[in-house]
Structures are given as C-alpha cells and as structure tokens.
C-alpha cells in the first residue's frame, strides 16, 4: 500500500501540466500496417498469421488466400497445448471458412490449480474462439488467486486484466476490477508524457497492451475507476512510439491498444498540422486537422487558436475561432495581421460537443512565414594584392552575369560585396551566404563564406595565398557562383554571375581535384617488428649467474656447518616463523614470475606481520633461556 500511494503521488506530480497525444495512427500508418499483416500471413509461426487475421480484421481488410492461411494453422496446432490452441482457434475464427478439427480438447483447455493468468487466458480465450463453454467461476476464482499472491507480477495482472474482460458479469471479479487503480499507478514514465509498464528485461508493449485492453474491457469503454484522462493520454502516447515497428505480434498489439482507448468513452483529441510549417508571408493562411488517435475527423469539434507570436515579441493573435473545413480540417487567415517574415509559435485547443472525447488543452508548433529575397548593389572587384588597386570593377544586376570571361593570376585578389533585401526594401540577413568556383574541366569544387558587415555581405579571397590550400594549383577556367538562403527565405538564390580564368604557378598534386566516389587503397598496418632475443648462452649464462648466490650459501653452509640445535626448543613461533619465511621467499619468486609490484606489496603485508610477530616472539624466547642459564 505504501508503494502504491509513492506511486500515486509521483505520478499525480508528473501529470499536473498538460498532456497531448504526440501523433496519430495516420493512413499512412495503417496502410503500412495492412501490408504487414497480409505478408504475416505466409508465415509459417501459428501466432504470426494469428495476429495477421486479427490485425486485418481490425483494419476491416479481407483476409487474401484464406485457404491457404487456413491450412498452415491446421498443420502448426498443436492439440495437446492450450496456447497453440489459442493462436489456432482464434486465427481460424478470424480467417472464416476454416473448420479446426482437434477433437476433445477438455483436458487440454481445463483451468489447473497453479496456472497464472497468461495460462488462464489462453484457456478462456481458446474456448470461446472453439465454441466451448467458459466455467467463468472457475476461471474468477484463479484469476483472483494469482492477483491476491505475494509475488505477483505486473504481467500477471495485466492478463487477468484481459481475461477478467472476457468472462462478462462472472461472479467473483470483483478482486480483479478493483485492482486497475493499482496497477494503473505502478506504470513507469518514459519521459513527460508517456507512461509504460515493464515486465522484468521482457518487452513491456504486450503487457502495456494486455492491462489497456483489459481494464477497457472491464469498464465497457467508459474510464476505468479511478484512471485519469492524463493517464490514459500517456499510454496511448507508448503505443504511438511504436507504431513504426517491423513486429506482426507488436504491430497488432498496436492497433488493437489505440482503436481500444479511441473507441472509449475518454478518447483523446489529437491534432495536426495541414498546412506546411513554411507558410507565404504574403499569405498567411495556416490549417490544423483535429482528429481522434486514429486519424478520424471528430464530429462536433471546434479549434482555437489560443496564442500565435515570435519569440520576445507581441502576440500576433489570441484566443481566436478557426474556420471548419471538411474532413476535420481547420483553417484561420492571418492577412489582416500582415505579419512579417520570422519564425512563429502556434498554440491551439481542442474540444468536441460529443462527451466521448477528452479535450485537447494544448498542441503546439512552430511555422516559419517565409517571403522572397531580391539582391541589390553587387559589385565584383578584381584588386591587387600588396597594394589593393582596383584592377578590374564590374557592378552587377541580380540575376544578370557578367558577359565577358574574366581573367586573374596569383598576385590578385577577388572580391564580391552585395547586399540583401526583401520585398520591401528592407535590409535582410541571412544564415547562409557562399561564394561557389567551380573548375569547368575537373569540376572541383571550392566554396568560400561570404561574411556579414552592417547591411552589405563580402567575400574576398587572396589568390597568392589560397593559391595551393584551396585551389591546389589548379589553373583555368572557374564558374563563379553566389549562394545565399535561409530557413525563412521561400527560394534560395543560385546565381552564377560570371567565368573566370585563374593562373596558379606549380602544379597540381596528385589525389586533389576531381572527386573520386568508389573504394580507396586499402590500409595495410604493419606492427612493429619484435626485437631480435640475445643468444641462448648469454641467457642461460645470466640465470646461473642470479642462482650463483644460492650455490655459494649451500657451500657455505657445508664448511662452517648448520647449527639446528635450537630448533627443538621453537616450538610453535619458531614453526609459524620458518613457514612465514618460507612463504615470503616463495612470493619473491611468484613476483619473478608472474605478479606485479602492487599486488606483491599486498601479498607481503598479509604474510609479513605475522612473520615478524612470531619472529620476534622466537627472538625474546632466546633471550629469556640464555639469560636464564638454560
């Protein structure tokens, strides 16, 4: 309980602003949908031309080579297991024409002490598509079981959810209708407006599907107990996330969740833009559609426009009444405002006089109004250099080009100024001004920015220094080009104003110039070659040389000999000392062999207190006995 009422209220936080479908269901969408469904159909997996048949029926599409589909079912039942019988039954339902012989089928579709909902679903469902008789008391009396256990998942609950729906006015129900709050409450948010649930690492669209479906079913369409209209909106915003999916099974699980929620008695309105998002400045005349989630006009709907403007500015309109067109589609002009050229926010409200439909608080979107651009004062300068003398000066007439084949070398440079205005003369920036050269023989490309200064745009480029970096020495005949747009520029401008013929000292280097498309050199890597291992005497000689020491010791312990008379009397610190020391020589060697410095470090400190510990316990024990007299 404490759970549930965390979740509430995190969701309850989550759901205080408004809340819009993010799409719909469009035609477009569906008729993809029916081609998926028809070619689910061929396949061979019983659940796959199940879904096909139920998707097509949803989509009011004939099932095409019924026959054949009906005889892949007969061959993939399996008779001896309920949910194959499931997928069976109802796939030969839904293709028509096709009569399922599996015999006596009671044991199989019987409802088993310790089965979980999905079970208990497949069995119900299974029946009713075979024409058998539902025990609908024994089916409440399970379902209740498993939702009232201790470890019950939200995959359980969902598929009671949708079996519940199925037994009608069954007796014993009333444990799993009361629980759609609950569960309604412990989805998961993805985002700010669509909620989900998980089950476990699986993929949560059928279990999101099984408790839509099911708690719907259970209220006949009407708005669940206790499950708000935000809610039901979020959910239905999962399902449109996954409308593009490749899934016959999800695909299905799609379609059956959105015509479900939009068949309610609390269907969404959705909205969407009709007209283009760039729009004439001249003609300001913007169309919104509003429709249900599945893309159907909605009768008795009315749309306003409640707040059109740029950013930082005035509102442009407010609060105002859009004109009803055919099928759902809304129309307000805006001429009389003779809005300027920017980019606007649109903010609109839905609402229909039928009950069925939830409204729509607010659906926005932003249009750009665009209008046409014109340049003016162009002047193309052919300077020098070093001291910046005009060589040659062509003023230019948009869209007219310069008549004669111009000519420049590398001690030139080349220039280009104009300005931008709209159709009432008013200067213009725009977001995007290149100067384009183009190489009539290798058609290499060179683009340059043509930069903003106060009211007028310039483009220079010094031939000397641009010379290799740019051009790659490549000397001839250049288009020159002008290119200048912007998001709210209805036609971009493409002018080429001119040839000429560029001289360039040296030549070009290879691989530049022409752009070649296709596969390039393969890139061989060559690793570095091991370095040559010194002879094996000198290795061999070097490891008798570090065991050398060991050799000496063992002589000359043979000389002066070994003295062991103590031993005796170390008792247990001399035996922990000895294994102690042992243990540490032996890590030397493991650090020789193997281990880094750290890890040795780590390995000494464990073995090296308790070393020196006994150690100097033996120690003090042979102090005490000789300062005894022993």
Not at 138 to 160: C, D
Not at 264 to 269: G, Q, Y
Not at 314 to 329: C, F, P, R, T, W
Not at 457 to 464: D, I, M, R, S, T
Request: proline letters at 3%.
């Amino acid at each position: 309980m404490m759970l549930s009422a965390l979740a509430t209220v995190a969701l309850l936080a989550s759901t205080v602003s408004a809340v819009s479908p993010i799409g719909v269901l469009s035609q477009a969408d569906q008729s993809r949908l029916g081609s998926l469904f028809s070619s689910g159909l061929a396949s061979s997996d019983l659940s796959s031309i199940h879904y096909s048949a139920a998707g097509l029926s949803l989509l009011r599409q004939p099932v095409t080579d019924g026959q054949a589909a009906c005889a892949r079912v007969k061959s993939a039942v399996n008779a001896q297991n309920a949910e194959s019988l499931f997928h069976a039954a109802s796939a030969a339902k839904l293709i028509g024409n096709c009569k399922l012989d599996v015999g006596n089928v009671d044991s199989v579709l019987a409802i088993s002490d310790d089965a979980d909902s999905l079970p208990v679903y497949h069995v119900v469902a299974a029946r009713k598509a075979l024409g058998l008789s539902v025990d609908s008391a024994a089916a409440a009396k399970r379902l209740s079981s498993v939702i009232q256990g201790s470890k019950v998942s939200i995959a359980s609950h969902g598929y009671a959810l949708l079996a519940a729906s199925l037994l009608g006015k069954a007796d014993g129900l009333k444990a799993v209708v009361e629980t759609v709050e609950d569960v309604v409450n412990y989805a998961d948010e993805y985002g700010s407006n669509t909620l989900q649930f998980l089950h476990y690492d699986q993929d949560g669209l059928p279990v999101t599907a099984a408790i839509v479906n099911g708690m719907f079913g259970l209220s006949s369409g009407a708005a669940p107990a206790g499950v708000k209209e935000a809610q039901v909106i979020m959910l239905a915003n999962y399902f449109l996330r996954s409308r593009h999916t490749g899934s016959v099974a999800d695909a299905y699980h799609v379609l059956a969740s959105l015509q479900t929620i939009a068949n309610s008695k609390i269907s969404p309105l959705a909205m969407s833009l009709s007209s283009s998002s760039s729009v004439p400045a001249s003609k300001p005349v913007v169309e919104v559609r509003a429709t249900n989630l599945l893309d159907e006009a909605v009768k008795g709907a009315s749309v306003t426009l409640v707040t059109a403007g740029q950013e930082d500015e005035d509102e442009l309109v407010s609060n105002e009444k859009m004109k009803a067109g055919a099928n759902g589609v809304f129309t307000i002009d805006l001429s009389r405002k003779s809005p300027p050229r920017g980019l606007y926010s649109f903010k609109f409200s839905a609402s229909s006089s039928e009950k069925q439909y939830a409204e729509l608080e607010e659906f926005s979107v932003d249009i750009a109004l665009v209008g046409s651009v014109k340049l003016s004062s162009a002047e193309f300068l052919i300077l020098d250099a070093e001291q910046g003398v005009k060589a040659k000066s062509h003023s230019l007439s948009y869209p007219k080009a310069i008549s004669e084949k111009l000519s420049a070398d590398h001690h030139q440079k080349l220039s280009l100024t104009f300005s931008v205005e709209d159709s009432e003369g008013q200067a213009v920036a725009l977001h995007q001004t290149f100067v384009q050269l183009t190489h009539l023989t290798t058609a290499q490309e060179i683009f340059f920015v043509a930069e903003a200064a106060d009211d007028q745009y310039k483009f220079e480029v010094n031939l000397g220094t641009a010379a290799k970096e740019s051009f790659n020495s490549q000397s001839g005949d250049y288009d020159m080009t002008l290119i200048a747009g912007d998001g709210l520029v209805s036609e971009a401008i493409s002018w080429k104003f001119g040839t000429i013929s560029l001289s360039f000292p040296g030549t070009p280097s290879s691989g530049k110039g022409k752009v070649q498309y296709g596969a390039r050199p393969e890139i061989k890597h060559m690793f570095r070659e091991p370095e040559k291992r010194p002879a094996a005497i000198i290795s061999n000689a070097f490891t008798l040389a570090v065991l050398s020491p060991i050799l000496l010791l063992l002589v000359a312990w043979m000389r002066v000999g070994v003295n062991l008379n103590n031993l005796g009397r170390a008792g247990l610190n001399g035996i922990i000392f000895l294994v102690g020391l042992s243990a540490i020589m032996l890590l030397y060697t493991y650090f020789w062999l193997d281990l880094n410095m750290f890890s040795t470090l780590k390995y000494l400190a464990i073995i090296g207190l308790p070393t020196f510990v006994f150690g100097n316990r033996l120690l003090a024990s042979f102090a005490a006995a000789e300062s005894s007299g022993k």
